[in-house]
């Protein structure tokens, strides 16, 4: 018995091999068991394509029956759509200048106001007479005519002798209107040349210098010729300011009509042009209204480019208008524009932008002196209907204040 320790740790490492067997088996079985509960449940049947859900049938629907072993056709994607815009129906023409008055007095009145002060002092001395003077220079008169109106007040209130507030205002306001001059025509040539082709459209030519409100213009004249229940078409011919096309068809798909544009920037304006008064005389238009281009490297370009577009749009009748659109606002520097587009077109009328607000209402006199050409339409606001016809007494009237 001296080796029983050799029996000793026999024994031990038995025990110890069968609790670590039995340890093992415990553990093998236990994750047998969670992979049982977690496993995805599997059936024999073969896989089947992905279906979209039937809706259950309603009374009155008529389904169809499923077809094994075919797939049902993709459905197309339903691609919303805007809704077409709602064709506006611009307010009359007629009057609009009496109705925006109070617009126009507030960018004349300081003259008339000033004017009407200094002229119903009893006495005048020659500094009164220099200062109305100086007020109409201010005004954007003009030297000419400030100087003919002032010999023209001295004569007949050294006649006349008033000081009444009431005579005072009718006598510059009668000066002031003989000024302006009410003979001139005013309205647009909307009529074809006589010796246009049968069916050809009038034409009017847009002229200007960008930043003057001439797209602007050409989309509310637009809207005075829907207004007088005439069929306008308008041809963006504006190819070198990438949103002048965008813009010229935005003002024309408001009142229903139609924009000749060309799906390429820089494009040859004179081609635009010629494509749109050929469409207006294919779709019995009765005007076609021209936008072009104010901004170009110099001069000479501008003088060839205008003159250029004016033949293209010119081959199936004469150009009834050429509107010469000057910022009301730039005072004598528009004067400076309207003499370089004189030179490239024959200017047939001034479109005046901007006349409300910081405007100075002189500067109708002094275009008109300029230019030898009447102011034909204004502006006096932002509102889509603010382009007005010009009329000489509303206009008169709203320099002076309202009585």
Do not use: C, Y
């Not at 034909?376 to 000489?392: N, Y």
């Amino acid at each position: 018995m001296e080796n029983w320790w050799i029996f000793l740790v026999i024994g031990a490492i038995i025990v110890v091999a069968l609790t670590l067997l039995t340890l093992s088996v415990r553990a093998r079985k236990t994750r047998d068991e969670v992979r049982a509960r977690t496993a995805p449940q599997t059936t024999t049947h073969p896989p089947q394509p992905p279906s979209t859900p039937t809706p259950p049938a309603t009374e009155g629907t008529i389904t169809e029956p499923e077809v094994s072993g075919e797939s049902k056709p993709a459905l197309e994607p339903k691609v919303a759509t805007a809704p077409e815009p709602e064709v506006e129906t611009p307010a009359p023409a007629a009057g609009r200048l009496v109705r925006l008055r109070a617009r126009l007095a507030r960018s004349g009145s300081p003259l008339g106001s000033t004017l009407l002060r200094i002229l119903s002092r009893d006495q005048l001395s020659e500094d009164d007479w220099e200062e109305i003077e100086e007020s109409l220079l201010v005004a954007d008169v003009g030297t000419a005519p400030a100087m003919e109106l002032v010999d023209r007040l001295r004569e007949e209130v050294r006649v006349q002798g008033v000081s009444d507030l009431g005579a005072v205002r009718q006598l510059l306001r009668e000066e002031l209107i003989r000024l302006v001059d009410p003979t001139l025509d005013r309205s647009l040539a909307l009529e074809p040349d006589a010796s246009a082709a049968e069916g050809a459209p009038a034409t009017i030519l847009m002229v200007g210098v960008n930043g003057t409100g001439k797209t602007t213009t050409v989309g509310k004249l637009a809207r005075v010729l829907v207004a007088e229940g005439k069929k306008p078409l308008l041809g963006a011919a504006d190819t070198f300011r990438a949103a002048a096309a965008e813009q010229l068809t935005t003002w024309g798909r408001r009142v229903g009509v139609e924009t000749v544009r060309s799906d390429r920037e820089g494009a040859d304006p004179a081609s635009v042009a010629f494509d749109a008064v050929d469409r207006g005389a294919a779709q019995g238009a009765d005007v076609v209204l021209v936008d072009t281009a104010g901004r170009l490297q110099n001069k000479a370009d501008l003088m060839a480019e205008l003159s250029k577009i004016q033949r293209a749009a010119s081959r199936k009748g004469p150009v009834n208008e050429v509107l010469l659109v000057l910022d009301a606002t730039t005072g004598q520097n528009g004067l400076v524009q309207a003499r370089v587009f004189a030179e490239a077109v024959d200017i047939t009328g001034v479109v005046l932008t901007k006349l409300d607000g910081t405007a100075k209402g002189g500067i109708v006199i002094a275009v008109q002196r300029e230019m030898g050409v009447p102011v034909k339409l204004v502006g006096l606001g932002e509102g889509p209907d603010d382009l007005a016809p010009f009329e000489v007494e509303p206009f008169v009237d709203g320099i002076l204040g309202e009585d």
